[in-house]
């Protein structure tokens, strides 16, 4: 499966953005799909996954603030982002993972909260 993601951009402060995983090659309902970021300098980390159940799950820093959802008919992932720390600043990964066979990731796009 190949990922795009959109939506990143600069913000303020306090400011909100949704990114977007847009899937093709494949249909993703049975994927468990997920949200990393790697800031300049340091490793890339994890921040929300999504099952194919539906079940989720956050890193402790974005909790409350961001959400993760799926749009199995849109073949689309979603990340929405409220109260952005200049902290949540990276480039942010979609990556997918079948229940058989080899994950993926996209190529990321960047999300600079200003302070």
């Known amino acids: 499966v190949q990922l795009v993601e959109s939506g990143g951009g600069l913000v303020q402060r306090g400011g909100s953005l949704t990114l977007s995983c847009a899937a093709s090659?494949?249909?993703?309902?049975?994927?468990?799909i997920g949200w990393f970021r790697q800031a300049p300098g340091k490793q890339r980390e994890f921040v929300a996954r999504i099952m194919n159940t539906g079940e989720t799950a956050y890193v402790d820093s974005v909790k409350d603030r961001f959400t993760i959802a799926r749009d199995n008919a849109g073949n689309t992932v979603y990340l929405q982002m409220v109260s952005l720390k200049p902290e949540d600043t990276a480039v942010y990964y979609c990556?997918?993972?079948?229940?058989?066979?080899?994950?993926?990731w996209g190529r990321g796009i960047q999300v600079t909260v200003s302070s």
């Open positions: 090659g494949d249909r993703i309902d049975d994927y468990a």
């Open positions: 990556h997918s993972q079948p229940f058989i066979g080899a994950a993926s």
